[in-house]
C-alpha cells in the first residue's frame, strides 16, 4: 500500500524557483518540496554569474528588454520580456530581504554590478562568483525554518495525476504526484489542490553538461506526458567556456569572466573572437560557442584557452574566488596564465508552455524556472536572465494561486500498481541505453547540426523510446529508468523541434540552412494524447 501526504502545494524542485513559490504561499498553505537529491542540489547551487536587472540610473528598462531581444534573435514574446524586466527590481528587493548577501562596492550600501556578454550596460547583482550558491543557501534556510515547509529529499517524481487520468469528469486537473522513495524503493503519492514543477532543464541529455546530475528533463516529460505544450525545445544553449579537465568533469567557468576583460585564445596565444562577431568575448552566447566549436574542428584541437592573467591578481582573486580556487585544485593558476575549456550542454530555452501566471494547459498545474517556457528567452538567453525568470514568475505565481483558491471536492487517488512487474536482472540495458542516447544527442543534434544528423537521431530515438517503454512497462522503476525515460522524451521533442524549424536562429544553427528567416515562430508541439 502507497503512503499518502496531503499539502496543499507540491512542489518538485528546491532550486531558485521552486523555492521563491514555497516561501510566497507558506504563510497560508502547507507546502510540500520534493526533491531527487539533497534539497541544496539543483541548477541554482552552481548558477555563477548573477541576475540580471535593472538597478542603476544609467540602465533603462527599455534597454534591458532589447538586449533580451537581440540576445534571443527576435524570436522571445515582447510581451512577456516586458513583463520580467518591469518585475526585476522588485524581485532584488525580494531577494535582498530575504537575506541574500549580496556584494557591494567596498564598504559602501551600494550593490556592485558587473557585465556580461549581450547586455549593454552593467546590471548584474551578484554575490561574488557563486550567486546561485548564495541565493540557494539564503531561500533553504528560510524555507527551512518554516513551519508550513516540509521537504521530501530523495523523491524522484514518477508521473503527475490528473482526474482525466483518473476517469472523472469535468475539467482536466492536476490533482497530485506518484513519487519514487530512494530510501526504500516505494512508490508514494504526494496529492495537493496544486502542483508545481521547478524541475529545471534537461541538459543532461547530452553527454557533456554544466549542469548537475539532476537535470534530466523530468517536469518537461512529465508535463509532456499529462498533456502540456511544449515550445522551443531546438534551443539549448551551450555555455561556451567550461573548464577542460578529465577530472573536474565540465566545471562552468562564469559569463562575467569574458565580462570583466577575460579574452579567448588559440594553442597559439591569437585571439579569434574578432573573426566571428564585432563584440568579440562580450558577444552572446550562442555566437561564442559556435566559434569555439568552429575552431576546435577546424584545428583538431581539444579545448581553447580563456586568459584573464593580463588582471591584477587581488581583482581576480576578489571577483571569482570560487574559479580561481576550483581551477587552481586541477593544477590552472588563472592569474599566471590562461585556461582549458570547452562548450558544454548548459540551458533549456524551451519548455512546458506557460502564461504570465506560470499556468499551463491543465488546471492547477504550474511550471517555473529553466522547465517553463515563458518566452522570455526566444532563441536565446540573455545571461543572468535565468535567475531573474525563476523569481518573477514564482512570485506570480503565487499570486495567481493565492487569487485562485476554491474549496474542491476529496479524491481518492489509487495507489501505484506493482502487481504485474518484476525485478529487474537486465540493468546493463539502462546503462547501454543512457550512454547510446547521450551520445547520439552529442554527435547528431549538437552545437551544429544537418538533416542527415537529425534524421539519424530520430531513427534512434524511436527505438530507444520503445524499449525503454517495453523496460517500463514489465520491471519495477528505479531512478536510473525514471530519468532515462525522460530523457528519452526530452530528446525527442528537441530533435522534432529542430526538424520542423527550416532555418538558423540564435541555438539552432543547421548547415542545410544557415539563412535566417525574415520572420519565425516559436516551434510549438503539441501531444496527442496523454499517456
Known sequence: MSRQYQHDIVIIGAGAAGLTLALELADQYRVAILTKADIREGSTLYAQGGVAAVLSDKDTIDSHINDTIDAGVELGDPEAIRFTVEHSKASIDWLIDQGVPFTRYGESDEYHLTKEGGHSHRRIIHSADATGLAISKTLIKNASNHPNIEFFPDRVAVDIITTQKLGLPGPNRAVGVYALNLDDDTIEVFQGQFISLACGGSSKVYLYTSNPDTASGDGIAMAWRAGCRVANMEFNQFHPTCLYDAKAKTFLISEAVRGEGGKLLLPDGSRFMSKFDPRAELAPRDIVARAIDHEMKRLGIPHVLLDISHKDQDFIKEHFPTIYKHCLEYGHDMTKGPIPVVPAAHYTCGGVVVDRNSATDINNLYAIGET???????????????????????????????????????????????????????????????????????????????????????????????????????????????????LAVVADLIIQSAMSRKESRGLHFTLDYPDKMSHSEPTILTPKQPY
Not at 540573455?382 to 494561486?401: D, G, M, P, Q, T
Open 372 to 486: 517553463a517556457y515563458t518566452g522570455l528567452h526566444g532563441a536565446n538567453r540573455l545571461a543572468s536572465n535565468s535567475l531573474l525568470e525563476c523569481i518573477v514568475f514564482a512570485r506570480s505565481a503565487a499570486s495567481h494561486i493565492a487569487a485562485h483558491t476554491t474549496p474542491l471536492p476529496s479524491i481518492v487517488i489509487p495507489d501505484w500498481d506493482e502487481s504485474q512487474v518484476t525485478n529487474s536482472d537486465e540493468d546493463v540495458v539502462i546503462t547501454h541505453n543512457w550512454q547510446e542516447l547521450r551520445r547520439f544527442m552529442w554527435d547528431y543534434v549538437g552545437i551544429v547540426r544537418t538533416n542527415k544528423r537529425l534524421l539519424r537521431a530520430k531513427h534512434r530515438v524511436d527505438l530507444l523510446r520503445s524499449e525503454i517503454q517495453e523496460f517500463y512497462a514489465n520491471y519495477k522503476v528505479s531512478n536510473d529508468l525514471l530519468e532515462l525515460r525522460n
